[in-house]
Protein backbone atom coordinates (compact mmCIF):
# COMPACT_ATOMS: atom_id res chain seq x y z
CA UNK A 1 0.00 0.00 0.00
CA UNK A 2 2.76 2.63 1.11
CA UNK A 3 4.84 1.64 -1.62
CA UNK A 4 1.79 1.69 -4.42
CA UNK A 5 1.06 5.21 -2.73
CA UNK A 6 4.72 6.49 -3.28
CA UNK A 7 5.33 5.68 -6.84
CA UNK A 8 1.89 7.68 -7.00
CA UNK A 9 3.19 10.54 -5.88
CA UNK A 10 6.89 10.44 -7.24
CA UNK A 11 4.63 9.90 -10.90
CA UNK A 12 2.27 12.74 -10.57
CA UNK A 13 5.56 14.88 -9.30
CA UNK A 14 6.99 14.06 -12.41
CA UNK A 15 3.59 15.08 -14.61
CA UNK A 16 3.78 18.31 -12.34
CA UNK A 17 7.70 19.35 -13.00
CA UNK A 18 7.05 18.48 -16.56
CA UNK A 19 3.67 20.16 -17.51
CA UNK A 20 3.55 22.99 -14.92
CA UNK A 21 4.44 26.45 -16.42
CA UNK A 22 6.20 28.17 -13.13
CA UNK A 23 3.67 30.18 -11.67
CA UNK A 24 0.78 27.51 -11.98
CA UNK A 25 0.53 25.63 -9.01
CA UNK A 26 1.33 21.49 -8.69
CA UNK A 27 -1.18 19.23 -10.81
CA UNK A 28 -4.02 19.12 -8.97
CA UNK A 29 -4.10 15.21 -8.26
CA UNK A 30 -0.89 15.41 -6.16
CA UNK A 31 -2.64 17.58 -3.58
CA UNK A 32 -6.70 16.36 -3.64
CA UNK A 33 -5.59 12.55 -3.53
CA UNK A 34 -7.08 11.25 -0.36
CA UNK A 35 -5.65 7.68 0.90
CA UNK A 36 -9.47 6.13 0.23
CA UNK A 37 -8.89 6.70 -2.99
CA UNK A 38 -5.69 5.75 -3.36
CA UNK A 39 -5.80 1.89 -4.51
CA UNK A 40 -7.80 3.03 -7.56
CA UNK A 41 -6.06 5.50 -8.53
CA UNK A 42 -2.66 3.75 -7.68
CA UNK A 43 -4.01 1.50 -10.57
CA UNK A 44 -3.36 4.50 -13.45
CA UNK A 45 0.56 4.15 -13.46
CA UNK A 46 1.23 5.40 -16.85
CA UNK A 47 -0.31 8.84 -17.13
CA UNK A 48 -1.36 10.99 -20.09
CA UNK A 49 1.36 12.76 -22.01
CA UNK A 50 2.56 16.59 -20.77
CA UNK A 51 0.43 19.18 -22.26
CA UNK A 52 -2.65 17.04 -22.68
CA UNK A 53 -4.76 17.68 -19.50
CA UNK A 54 -7.15 20.59 -19.64
CA UNK A 55 -7.11 21.89 -16.06
CA UNK A 56 -10.92 22.37 -15.00
CA UNK A 57 -11.36 24.44 -11.19
CA UNK A 58 -14.69 24.45 -9.71
CA UNK A 59 -12.83 25.80 -6.59
CA UNK A 60 -12.71 29.41 -7.60
CA UNK A 61 -15.44 31.86 -9.07
CA UNK A 62 -14.90 34.00 -11.96
CA UNK A 63 -12.40 36.43 -10.64
CA UNK A 64 -12.93 40.11 -11.21
CA UNK A 65 -10.53 41.69 -13.79
CA UNK A 66 -7.41 42.72 -12.41
CA UNK A 67 -8.21 41.05 -9.23
CA UNK A 68 -6.62 37.59 -10.04
CA UNK A 69 -3.64 37.32 -7.99
CA UNK A 70 -6.09 38.24 -4.92
CA UNK A 71 -6.75 34.70 -5.63
CA UNK A 72 -3.92 33.15 -6.30
CA UNK A 73 -2.87 30.91 -3.59
CA UNK A 74 0.87 30.89 -3.78
CA UNK A 75 0.51 34.83 -3.41
CA UNK A 76 0.20 36.08 0.33
CA UNK A 77 -2.70 38.19 -1.21
CA UNK A 78 -4.82 35.08 -0.81
CA UNK A 79 -4.22 34.95 2.70
CA UNK A 80 -7.12 37.07 4.36
CA UNK A 81 -7.22 36.43 8.02
CA UNK A 82 -5.12 38.12 10.70
CA UNK A 83 -5.75 36.28 14.65
CA UNK A 84 -5.70 38.12 17.52
CA UNK A 85 -5.21 37.26 21.36
CA UNK A 86 -7.55 37.21 24.13
CA UNK A 87 -8.19 40.89 24.84
CA UNK A 88 -5.96 41.53 22.33
CA UNK A 89 -6.40 44.43 19.37
CA UNK A 90 -2.99 44.55 18.65
CA UNK A 91 -1.82 43.10 15.03
CA UNK A 92 0.87 39.99 15.34
CA UNK A 93 4.44 40.15 14.11
CA UNK A 94 3.77 37.24 12.52
CA UNK A 95 0.69 38.85 10.46
CA UNK A 96 2.51 42.06 9.72
CA UNK A 97 3.97 40.65 6.49
CA UNK A 98 0.47 39.63 5.18
CA UNK A 99 -1.05 43.46 6.13
CA UNK A 100 2.19 45.16 4.36
CA UNK A 101 1.41 42.98 0.88
CA UNK A 102 -2.50 44.13 1.49
CA UNK A 103 -1.12 48.17 1.77
CA UNK A 104 0.98 47.65 -0.99
CA UNK A 105 -1.69 46.11 -3.19
CA UNK A 106 -4.28 48.62 -2.23
CA UNK A 107 -1.50 51.24 -2.98
CA UNK A 108 -0.43 50.02 -6.72
CA UNK A 109 -4.30 49.61 -7.28
CA UNK A 110 -5.65 53.07 -6.45
CA UNK A 111 -9.09 51.60 -7.36
CA UNK A 112 -9.45 48.53 -4.97
CA UNK A 113 -11.18 48.24 -2.17
CA UNK A 114 -11.57 46.65 1.16
CA UNK A 115 -13.32 45.65 3.61
CA UNK A 116 -12.33 44.41 6.78
CA UNK A 117 -14.63 42.52 9.11
CA UNK A 118 -13.45 41.95 12.67
CA UNK A 119 -14.60 39.08 15.21
CA UNK A 120 -14.85 38.14 18.71
CA UNK A 121 -14.88 35.48 20.58
CA UNK A 122 -18.63 34.65 21.51
CA UNK A 123 -18.37 35.35 25.65
CA UNK A 124 -20.07 38.59 26.65
CA UNK A 125 -22.33 40.99 25.31
CA UNK A 126 -22.96 40.84 21.43
CA UNK A 127 -22.98 45.02 21.57
CA UNK A 128 -19.56 45.20 23.15
CA UNK A 129 -18.34 42.02 21.52
CA UNK A 130 -19.60 44.62 18.11
CA UNK A 131 -17.51 47.12 19.53
CA UNK A 132 -14.37 44.55 20.22
CA UNK A 133 -14.80 43.56 17.20
CA UNK A 134 -14.56 47.14 15.23
CA UNK A 135 -11.55 47.62 17.54
CA UNK A 136 -9.81 44.67 15.80
CA UNK A 137 -10.86 45.83 12.37
CA UNK A 138 -9.68 49.44 13.10
CA UNK A 139 -6.60 48.09 14.15
CA UNK A 140 -5.93 46.83 10.35
CA UNK A 141 -7.29 49.61 8.98
CA UNK A 142 -5.03 52.15 10.96
CA UNK A 143 -1.59 49.54 9.55
CA UNK A 144 -2.93 49.78 6.37
CA UNK A 145 -3.06 53.48 5.79
CA UNK A 146 -0.07 54.36 7.86
CA UNK A 147 1.38 51.53 4.66
CA UNK A 148 0.21 54.07 2.31
CA UNK A 149 -3.45 52.96 1.78
CA UNK A 150 -5.83 55.78 1.09
CA UNK A 151 -8.41 56.29 3.70
CA UNK A 152 -11.43 55.55 1.21
CA UNK A 153 -9.93 52.12 0.08
CA UNK A 154 -10.68 50.87 3.28
CA UNK A 155 -13.75 50.56 5.23
CA UNK A 156 -13.25 48.31 8.67
CA UNK A 157 -16.75 46.78 9.70
CA UNK A 158 -17.14 44.51 12.80
CA UNK A 159 -19.21 41.21 12.97
CA UNK A 160 -19.10 40.86 16.27
CA UNK A 161 -19.77 37.37 17.73
CA UNK A 162 -22.50 37.10 14.88
CA UNK A 163 -20.97 34.88 12.51
CA UNK A 164 -18.21 32.87 13.96
CA UNK A 165 -15.99 30.99 11.57
CA UNK A 166 -15.67 27.86 14.28
CA UNK A 167 -18.49 26.91 16.30
CA UNK A 168 -18.23 25.31 19.87
CA UNK A 169 -17.31 26.93 23.18
CA UNK A 170 -13.88 25.50 23.51
CA UNK A 171 -10.54 27.83 23.86
CA UNK A 172 -9.53 26.07 20.10
CA UNK A 173 -13.25 27.67 18.72
CA UNK A 174 -12.61 30.77 20.69
CA UNK A 175 -9.10 31.73 19.25
CA UNK A 176 -10.41 30.59 15.82
CA UNK A 177 -13.17 33.28 15.63
CA UNK A 178 -10.71 36.19 17.46
CA UNK A 179 -10.09 37.63 13.87
CA UNK A 180 -10.28 40.44 11.00
CA UNK A 181 -10.70 38.86 7.36
CA UNK A 182 -10.04 40.76 4.74
CA UNK A 183 -13.13 41.19 1.65
CA UNK A 184 -12.22 43.22 -1.48
CA UNK A 185 -14.93 44.78 -3.42
CA UNK A 186 -16.88 42.12 -5.47
CA UNK A 187 -16.08 39.40 -2.60
CA UNK A 188 -19.25 40.38 -0.02
CA UNK B 1 -59.21 49.97 50.52
CA UNK B 2 -56.15 48.32 49.42
CA UNK B 3 -55.37 46.64 52.69
CA UNK B 4 -55.49 42.95 51.45
CA UNK B 5 -52.73 43.92 48.34
CA UNK B 6 -50.44 45.87 50.86
CA UNK B 7 -50.66 43.06 53.10
CA UNK B 8 -50.01 40.26 50.78
CA UNK B 9 -47.72 41.82 48.67
CA UNK B 10 -45.26 43.01 51.64
CA UNK B 11 -45.80 39.59 52.95
CA UNK B 12 -44.92 38.12 49.35
CA UNK B 13 -41.76 40.41 48.93
CA UNK B 14 -40.53 38.63 51.63
CA UNK B 15 -41.26 35.53 52.08
CA UNK B 16 -41.45 34.45 48.40
CA UNK B 17 -38.57 31.24 48.12
CA UNK B 18 -37.26 29.36 45.54
CA UNK B 19 -38.79 25.85 46.01
CA UNK B 20 -41.24 23.67 44.24
CA UNK B 21 -41.15 24.31 40.65
CA UNK B 22 -44.83 24.97 38.55
CA UNK B 23 -44.92 24.09 35.43
CA UNK B 24 -47.56 25.98 33.22
CA UNK B 25 -46.83 25.57 29.91
CA UNK B 26 -49.35 27.26 26.83
CA UNK B 27 -50.03 24.45 24.78
CA UNK B 28 -50.27 26.43 21.48
CA UNK B 29 -47.31 28.64 22.12
CA UNK B 30 -44.24 27.68 20.05
CA UNK B 31 -42.54 29.52 23.18
CA UNK B 32 -43.36 27.79 26.52
CA UNK B 33 -42.81 29.31 30.11
CA UNK B 34 -41.68 26.85 33.14
CA UNK B 35 -41.68 28.96 36.50
CA UNK B 36 -38.65 27.50 38.50
CA UNK B 37 -38.89 29.76 41.55
CA UNK B 38 -42.40 30.95 43.65
CA UNK B 39 -43.55 29.47 46.61
CA UNK B 40 -46.15 28.64 48.90
CA UNK B 41 -46.81 31.54 49.88
CA UNK B 42 -48.48 32.80 47.43
CA UNK B 43 -51.97 34.74 47.42
CA UNK B 44 -54.85 32.11 47.01
CA UNK B 45 -57.09 32.92 44.96
CA UNK B 46 -60.41 31.00 43.21
CA UNK B 47 -61.46 31.92 39.89
CA UNK B 48 -64.27 30.16 39.09
CA UNK B 49 -64.76 29.86 35.45
CA UNK B 50 -67.45 32.15 34.05
CA UNK B 51 -70.57 31.03 33.31
CA UNK B 52 -71.20 31.09 29.42
CA UNK B 53 -67.48 31.28 28.57
CA UNK B 54 -67.73 28.01 26.80
CA UNK B 55 -68.87 30.20 23.82
CA UNK B 56 -65.47 30.65 23.00
CA UNK B 57 -62.24 29.12 22.63
CA UNK B 58 -59.87 29.42 23.99
CA UNK B 59 -61.42 29.53 27.53
CA UNK B 60 -61.23 32.60 29.12
CA UNK B 61 -60.31 31.84 32.63
CA UNK B 62 -57.41 29.33 31.61
CA UNK B 63 -55.66 32.35 30.32
CA UNK B 64 -55.95 34.19 33.30
CA UNK B 65 -55.14 31.55 35.61
CA UNK B 66 -51.86 30.77 33.64
CA UNK B 67 -51.54 34.34 33.72
CA UNK B 68 -51.54 34.65 37.22
CA UNK B 69 -49.55 31.69 38.29
CA UNK B 70 -46.57 32.53 35.97
CA UNK B 71 -46.37 35.96 37.67
CA UNK B 72 -45.35 33.67 41.01
CA UNK B 73 -47.49 35.83 43.35
CA UNK B 74 -50.97 33.87 43.13
CA UNK B 75 -52.04 30.14 43.76
CA UNK B 76 -55.27 29.52 41.87
CA UNK B 77 -57.58 26.79 44.01
CA UNK B 78 -59.69 24.94 42.31
CA UNK B 79 -63.22 25.68 42.43
CA UNK B 80 -66.01 23.32 43.45
CA UNK B 81 -69.06 21.78 41.09
CA UNK B 82 -71.45 24.08 43.02
CA UNK B 83 -69.55 27.30 42.30
CA UNK B 84 -69.63 26.98 38.12
CA UNK B 85 -73.26 28.52 38.11
CA UNK B 86 -71.83 31.44 39.75
CA UNK B 87 -71.67 34.83 38.00
CA UNK B 88 -70.52 38.52 38.85
CA UNK B 89 -74.12 39.33 40.13
CA UNK B 90 -74.41 36.29 42.27
CA UNK B 91 -74.38 37.01 46.35
CA UNK B 92 -71.08 35.67 47.65
CA UNK B 93 -70.96 33.44 50.17
CA UNK B 94 -67.73 34.58 51.88
CA UNK B 95 -67.21 31.99 55.06
CA UNK B 96 -67.39 29.03 52.44
CA UNK B 97 -64.65 30.48 50.42
CA UNK B 98 -62.58 31.18 53.16
CA UNK B 99 -63.02 27.88 54.44
CA UNK B 100 -61.56 26.90 51.08
CA UNK B 101 -58.65 29.48 52.03
CA UNK B 102 -59.23 31.11 49.13
CA UNK B 103 -57.79 35.07 50.18
CA UNK B 104 -59.56 36.58 46.82
CA UNK B 105 -62.66 35.58 44.52
CA UNK B 106 -63.09 36.22 40.80
CA UNK B 107 -66.82 35.55 39.16
CA UNK B 108 -68.05 36.45 35.88
CA UNK B 109 -70.13 35.53 32.97
CA UNK B 110 -69.85 35.63 28.64
CA UNK B 111 -72.54 36.53 27.32
CA UNK B 112 -73.39 37.02 23.18
CA UNK B 113 -75.17 40.46 22.12
CA UNK B 114 -77.00 40.94 19.29
CA UNK B 115 -74.61 42.06 16.88
CA UNK B 116 -72.75 38.82 17.62
CA UNK B 117 -69.99 39.97 19.79
CA UNK B 118 -69.27 38.22 23.40
CA UNK B 119 -69.31 40.47 26.52
CA UNK B 120 -67.39 39.06 28.94
CA UNK B 121 -68.22 40.72 32.84
CA UNK B 122 -66.47 39.72 36.00
CA UNK B 123 -66.11 41.18 39.70
CA UNK B 124 -62.63 40.87 41.95
CA UNK B 125 -63.45 39.91 45.73
CA UNK B 126 -61.58 40.60 48.72
CA UNK B 127 -62.71 37.22 50.95
CA UNK B 128 -61.08 38.50 54.25
CA UNK B 129 -62.89 41.48 54.16
CA UNK B 130 -66.36 40.00 52.11
CA UNK B 131 -66.12 43.72 49.76
CA UNK B 132 -66.21 43.59 46.17
CA UNK B 133 -62.66 45.50 44.72
CA UNK B 134 -64.09 46.09 41.66
CA UNK B 135 -65.53 44.70 37.81
CA UNK B 136 -65.57 45.45 34.58
CA UNK B 137 -67.09 44.49 31.67
CA UNK B 138 -65.12 43.99 27.94
CA UNK B 139 -66.89 43.88 24.76
CA UNK B 140 -65.21 40.95 22.26
CA UNK B 141 -65.37 39.31 18.80
CA UNK B 142 -63.47 35.80 18.61
CA UNK B 143 -60.31 36.84 17.88
CA UNK B 144 -59.62 38.98 20.80
CA UNK B 145 -60.18 36.77 23.13
CA UNK B 146 -56.67 36.15 24.51
CA UNK B 147 -56.02 40.14 24.54
CA UNK B 148 -59.34 39.92 26.47
CA UNK B 149 -58.23 37.25 29.42
CA UNK B 150 -54.82 39.11 29.35
CA UNK B 151 -56.74 42.39 30.09
CA UNK B 152 -58.90 40.92 32.67
CA UNK B 153 -55.40 39.48 34.06
CA UNK B 154 -53.84 42.45 34.22
CA UNK B 155 -56.95 44.24 36.03
CA UNK B 156 -56.99 41.25 38.85
CA UNK B 157 -52.99 41.59 39.47
CA UNK B 158 -53.39 45.51 40.14
CA UNK B 159 -56.41 45.14 42.30
CA UNK B 160 -54.21 42.55 44.43
CA UNK B 161 -50.79 43.60 44.39
CA UNK B 162 -51.58 47.33 43.83
CA UNK B 163 -49.26 47.26 40.58
CA UNK B 164 -49.94 47.23 37.00
CA UNK B 165 -49.83 44.08 35.28
CA UNK B 166 -47.80 43.16 32.23
CA UNK B 167 -49.88 40.44 30.70
CA UNK B 168 -51.22 42.56 27.71
CA UNK B 169 -47.34 43.23 26.72
CA UNK B 170 -45.38 42.01 24.24
CA UNK B 171 -41.73 40.86 23.90
CA UNK B 172 -39.57 40.51 20.69
CA UNK B 173 -36.63 38.25 20.56
CA UNK B 174 -34.56 36.75 17.88
CA UNK B 175 -34.82 33.03 17.10
CA UNK B 176 -32.66 31.06 15.28
CA UNK B 177 -32.93 27.98 13.48
CA UNK B 178 -30.17 26.85 11.51
CA UNK B 179 -29.42 29.58 8.80
CA UNK B 180 -32.14 31.49 9.23
CA UNK B 181 -32.80 34.05 11.56
CA UNK B 182 -36.65 35.29 12.56
CA UNK B 183 -36.81 38.62 14.59
CA UNK B 184 -39.84 37.70 16.50
CA UNK B 185 -43.05 39.43 18.68
CA UNK B 186 -45.02 37.56 21.05
CA UNK B 187 -47.56 38.24 23.96
CA UNK B 188 -45.71 38.27 27.51
CA UNK B 189 -46.61 34.40 28.11
CA UNK B 190 -45.02 33.66 24.59
CA UNK B 191 -48.23 32.65 22.91
CA UNK B 192 -49.39 34.13 19.29
CA UNK B 193 -45.90 34.39 18.29
CA UNK B 194 -45.45 36.57 14.99
CA UNK B 195 -42.63 36.78 12.73
CA UNK B 196 -41.56 40.95 11.95
CA UNK B 197 -38.44 39.88 9.85
CA UNK B 198 -36.60 36.80 8.69
CA UNK B 199 -33.40 36.76 7.31
CA UNK B 200 -29.88 34.92 6.34
CA UNK B 201 -27.84 36.91 8.29
CA UNK B 202 -27.91 37.89 11.82
CA UNK B 203 -30.20 40.40 13.60
CA UNK B 204 -29.39 41.59 17.01
CA UNK B 205 -29.94 44.59 19.73
CA UNK B 206 -34.25 44.88 19.03
CA UNK B 207 -35.50 47.92 21.07
CA UNK B 208 -38.98 48.87 21.45
CA UNK B 209 -40.17 51.99 20.76
CA UNK B 210 -42.31 53.91 23.64
CA UNK B 211 -45.64 53.77 21.17
CA UNK B 212 -44.63 49.61 21.15
CA UNK B 213 -45.22 49.74 17.52
CA UNK B 214 -41.88 50.11 16.53
CA UNK B 215 -38.54 48.42 16.69
CA UNK B 216 -35.41 49.59 16.24
CA UNK B 217 -32.82 46.61 15.63
CA UNK B 218 -29.54 45.87 13.68
CA UNK B 219 -29.72 43.65 10.73
CA UNK B 220 -26.46 42.10 9.13
CA UNK B 221 -28.40 41.69 5.82
CA UNK B 222 -25.65 44.53 3.86
CA UNK B 223 -22.74 42.20 5.36
CA UNK B 224 -22.52 44.79 8.29
CA UNK B 225 -24.07 45.80 10.95
CA UNK B 226 -26.74 48.46 9.97
CA UNK B 227 -29.49 50.23 12.12
CA UNK B 228 -32.71 49.77 10.85
CA UNK B 229 -36.42 50.77 12.18
CA UNK B 230 -39.25 48.83 11.35
CA UNK B 231 -42.61 49.40 11.72
CA UNK B 232 -44.67 46.21 13.34
CA UNK B 233 -47.78 46.82 11.64
CA UNK B 234 -47.10 47.54 8.19
CA UNK B 235 -43.66 45.97 7.88
CA UNK B 236 -42.09 48.55 6.49
CA UNK B 237 -38.66 49.29 7.68
CA UNK B 238 -36.17 52.27 7.19
CA UNK B 239 -32.34 53.01 8.11
CA UNK B 240 -31.94 54.73 11.05
CA UNK B 241 -27.94 54.40 10.70
CA UNK B 242 -26.15 53.32 7.74
CA UNK B 243 -22.67 54.76 8.17
CA UNK B 244 -19.21 53.87 6.64
CA UNK B 245 -17.92 51.47 9.54
CA UNK B 246 -20.60 49.60 11.97
CA UNK B 247 -24.04 50.57 13.02
CA UNK B 248 -25.46 49.28 15.99
CA UNK B 249 -26.90 49.16 19.86
CA UNK B 250 -29.96 51.78 19.21
CA UNK B 251 -31.65 53.07 22.14
CA UNK B 252 -35.24 54.84 22.03
CA UNK B 253 -35.59 58.31 23.63
CA UNK B 254 -38.31 58.39 25.80
CA UNK B 255 -40.60 60.52 23.96
CA UNK B 256 -39.74 58.24 20.48
CA UNK B 257 -38.46 61.53 18.96
CA UNK B 258 -34.82 60.00 18.69
CA UNK B 259 -32.23 57.19 18.58
CA UNK B 260 -28.80 56.87 20.30
CA UNK B 261 -26.22 54.87 18.19
CA UNK B 262 -22.91 53.47 18.60
CA UNK B 263 -21.23 54.45 15.30
CA UNK B 264 -17.96 53.84 14.25
CA UNK B 265 -17.83 56.13 11.44
CA UNK B 266 -15.47 58.45 12.96
CA UNK B 267 -13.04 55.59 14.19
CA UNK B 268 -13.74 53.58 17.01
CA UNK B 269 -17.20 52.68 18.60
CA UNK B 270 -18.78 56.07 19.49
CA UNK B 271 -22.42 57.24 20.80
CA UNK B 272 -24.58 59.27 18.61
CA UNK B 273 -27.76 60.68 18.12
CA UNK B 274 -29.95 60.46 15.00
CA UNK B 275 -33.28 60.96 14.04
CA UNK B 276 -35.60 57.37 13.26
CA UNK B 277 -35.60 58.45 9.79
CA UNK B 278 -31.75 58.50 9.56
CA UNK B 279 -31.18 62.59 9.61
CA UNK B 280 -29.86 64.74 11.92
CA UNK B 281 -26.86 63.02 13.02
CA UNK B 282 -24.83 63.88 16.26
CA UNK B 283 -21.86 63.13 17.97
CA UNK B 284 -22.70 63.17 21.85
CA UNK B 285 -19.54 62.53 23.05
CA UNK B 286 -15.57 61.84 22.48
CA UNK B 287 -13.47 59.09 23.94
CA UNK B 288 -10.72 57.25 23.12
CA UNK B 289 -12.17 53.81 23.82
CA UNK B 290 -15.52 51.69 23.49
CA UNK B 291 -18.80 53.86 24.32
CA UNK B 292 -21.79 51.49 23.29
CA UNK B 293 -24.77 50.25 24.66
CA UNK B 294 -26.37 53.43 25.68
CA UNK B 295 -30.29 53.66 27.23
CA UNK B 296 -32.20 56.60 28.03
CA UNK B 297 -33.20 56.80 31.89
CA UNK B 298 -36.97 57.29 31.77
CA UNK B 299 -36.95 61.24 32.17
CA UNK B 300 -34.53 61.45 29.12
CA UNK B 301 -31.93 63.50 31.23
CA UNK B 302 -29.58 60.95 31.36
CA UNK B 303 -27.93 57.66 28.41
CA UNK B 304 -26.53 55.14 30.60
CA UNK B 305 -23.85 53.02 28.30
CA UNK B 306 -20.83 51.03 28.63
CA UNK B 307 -17.62 52.43 28.09
CA UNK B 308 -13.94 50.63 28.09
CA UNK B 309 -12.45 53.84 29.10
CA UNK B 310 -11.31 53.04 32.56
CA UNK B 311 -9.30 49.88 31.17
CA UNK B 312 -12.16 47.47 31.78
CA UNK B 313 -16.23 47.43 30.48
CA UNK B 314 -17.83 49.54 32.95
CA UNK B 315 -21.26 51.30 32.62
CA UNK B 316 -21.04 55.09 33.12
CA UNK B 317 -23.51 57.99 32.90
CA UNK B 318 -24.08 61.38 30.77
CA UNK B 319 -26.11 64.04 30.20
CA UNK B 320 -28.59 63.14 27.37
CA UNK B 321 -27.26 66.55 25.66
CA UNK B 322 -23.77 65.15 26.07
CA UNK B 323 -21.35 66.38 28.45
CA UNK B 324 -18.92 65.04 30.69
CA UNK B 325 -19.66 60.94 32.00
CA UNK B 326 -19.58 59.33 35.36
CA UNK B 327 -18.89 56.20 35.96
CA UNK B 328 -21.23 54.02 37.42
CA UNK B 329 -20.36 50.36 38.32
CA UNK B 330 -17.26 49.62 40.41
CA UNK B 331 -17.12 46.02 41.47
CA UNK B 332 -15.92 42.99 38.71
CA UNK B 333 -14.06 43.67 36.00
CA UNK B 334 -17.15 43.61 33.47
CA UNK B 335 -20.24 45.46 33.67
CA UNK B 336 -22.02 45.80 30.24
CA UNK B 337 -25.61 46.00 29.13
CA UNK B 338 -27.02 48.27 31.37
CA UNK B 339 -30.98 48.39 31.30
CA UNK B 340 -32.57 51.12 33.85
CA UNK B 341 -35.68 50.27 35.75
CA UNK B 342 -39.05 52.01 34.65
CA UNK B 343 -38.89 53.98 38.06
CA UNK B 344 -35.43 55.15 37.24
CA UNK B 345 -34.37 53.78 40.61
CA UNK B 346 -32.15 50.44 39.81
CA UNK B 347 -29.93 49.03 36.76
CA UNK B 348 -29.84 45.67 35.68
CA UNK B 349 -27.08 44.72 33.42
CA UNK B 350 -24.80 41.86 32.44
CA UNK B 351 -21.91 41.24 35.40
CA UNK B 352 -19.03 38.70 35.00
CA UNK B 353 -18.20 37.00 37.89
CA UNK B 354 -15.65 34.22 38.11
CA UNK B 355 -16.28 34.27 34.44
CA UNK B 356 -19.97 33.52 34.76
CA UNK B 357 -21.95 36.06 32.74
CA UNK B 358 -25.07 36.83 35.37
CA UNK B 359 -27.85 39.32 35.43
CA UNK B 360 -27.20 42.08 38.58
CA UNK B 361 -29.05 45.21 39.65
CA UNK B 362 -27.59 47.90 41.05
CA UNK B 363 -29.71 50.07 43.19
CA UNK B 364 -28.82 53.58 42.04
CA UNK B 365 -29.33 55.32 45.67
CA UNK B 366 -27.79 52.86 48.23
CA UNK B 367 -25.35 52.04 45.72
CA UNK B 368 -26.31 48.17 46.83
CA UNK B 369 -25.21 45.11 43.81
CA UNK B 370 -27.31 42.21 44.29
CA UNK B 371 -26.56 38.84 41.59
CA UNK B 372 -30.09 37.66 40.54
CA UNK B 373 -29.49 34.77 38.45
CA UNK B 374 -27.30 31.25 38.72
CA UNK B 375 -27.10 30.78 35.37
CA UNK B 376 -23.44 31.78 33.91
CA UNK B 377 -24.26 32.90 29.86
CA UNK B 378 -26.91 35.69 30.92
CA UNK B 379 -27.19 38.02 28.30
CA UNK B 380 -29.79 41.28 27.27
CA UNK B 381 -31.47 41.62 30.00
CA UNK B 382 -34.86 44.04 29.97
CA UNK B 383 -37.37 45.06 32.47
CA UNK B 384 -40.98 44.25 31.93
CA UNK B 385 -42.72 47.36 31.93
CA UNK B 386 -43.60 47.34 35.83
CA UNK B 387 -40.27 47.13 36.76
CA UNK B 388 -41.21 43.99 38.75
CA UNK B 389 -39.49 41.35 35.99
CA UNK B 390 -36.32 41.31 34.03
CA UNK B 391 -36.37 39.10 30.60
CA UNK B 392 -32.67 37.87 29.76
CA UNK B 393 -31.38 35.49 27.39
CA UNK B 394 -29.03 32.53 28.92
CA UNK B 395 -27.59 29.26 27.43
CA UNK B 396 -29.23 25.62 28.87
CA UNK B 397 -27.92 22.58 27.32
CA UNK B 398 -26.21 24.70 24.72
CA UNK B 399 -29.25 26.01 23.58
CA UNK B 400 -30.44 29.59 23.53
CA UNK B 401 -33.36 30.29 25.98
CA UNK B 402 -34.97 32.80 27.61
CA UNK B 403 -35.46 33.63 30.99
CA UNK B 404 -37.00 36.02 32.98
CA UNK B 405 -36.55 37.06 37.12
CA UNK B 406 -38.22 38.89 39.37
CA UNK B 407 -36.20 42.59 40.49
CA UNK B 408 -35.73 41.11 43.91
CA UNK B 409 -34.38 37.60 42.38
CA UNK B 410 -37.25 35.56 43.94
CA UNK B 411 -39.32 34.17 41.04
CA UNK B 412 -37.69 32.57 37.98
CA UNK B 413 -39.07 31.61 34.66
CA UNK B 414 -37.81 30.14 31.61
CA UNK B 415 -39.21 30.21 27.92
CA UNK B 416 -38.02 27.94 25.51
CA UNK B 417 -39.00 26.84 22.03
CA UNK B 418 -39.20 23.44 20.63
CA UNK B 419 -36.12 23.86 18.03
CA UNK B 420 -33.32 26.32 17.50
CA UNK B 421 -31.80 28.93 19.65
CA UNK B 422 -34.22 32.35 21.14
CA UNK B 423 -32.06 35.19 22.07
CA UNK B 424 -31.76 39.19 22.10
CA UNK B 425 -35.05 39.39 24.14
CA UNK B 426 -37.08 43.07 24.59
CA UNK B 427 -39.83 43.35 26.63
CA UNK B 428 -42.39 46.01 25.18
CA UNK B 429 -44.26 48.94 26.50
CA UNK B 430 -47.68 49.01 28.44
CA UNK B 431 -50.20 48.95 25.38
CA UNK B 432 -51.72 52.45 25.73
CA UNK B 433 -55.16 52.03 25.08
Not at chain 2, 381 to 393: D, E, H
Request: charged letters at 25%; one cysteine or more.
Amino acid sequence: MRAIWMSVIASALLAGCASSPPDEQPAATVEDRTPGAAGSSGAQTKPLPSGQVARVDLTQPKPAAGYSVLKDPKSILSKRSVYFELDSFSIKDEFKPLVEAHAKYLRENATAKMLIQGNTDERGSREYNLALGQKRADAMKRMLILLGAKEEQVESVSLGEEKPKAQGSTDEAYAENRRDDILYAGEY
Amino acid sequence: MHSLPKRWFQLLARLLPLAAALFATAASAQLSIEITGGGANRLPIAIVPFAGEGAIQPGIVAIVRADLERSGLFRVIDSPQAALQLTEASAVNFPEWRSRTADALVLGSVGVLPDGRFEVRFRVFDVVKQAVLGGVAYTLNRNQVRATAHRISDYIYEKLTGEKGVFSTRIAYVVKRGPRYELQIADADGAGEETALASLEPIISPAWSPDGRRLAYVSFEQKKPVVYVHSLQSGQRQVAANFKGSNSAPAWAPDGSRLAVALSREGGSQIFSVNPDGSGVRRLMSSAGIDTEPVFSPDGQFIYFTSDRGGSPQIYRMPAAGGEAQRVTFEGTYNVSARISPDGKSLAYISRNSGKFQVAKLDLAARQVQILTDSDKDESPSFSPNGRMILLATVLGGRGVLSAVSADGRVKQRLTVSSGDVREPAWGPFVRE
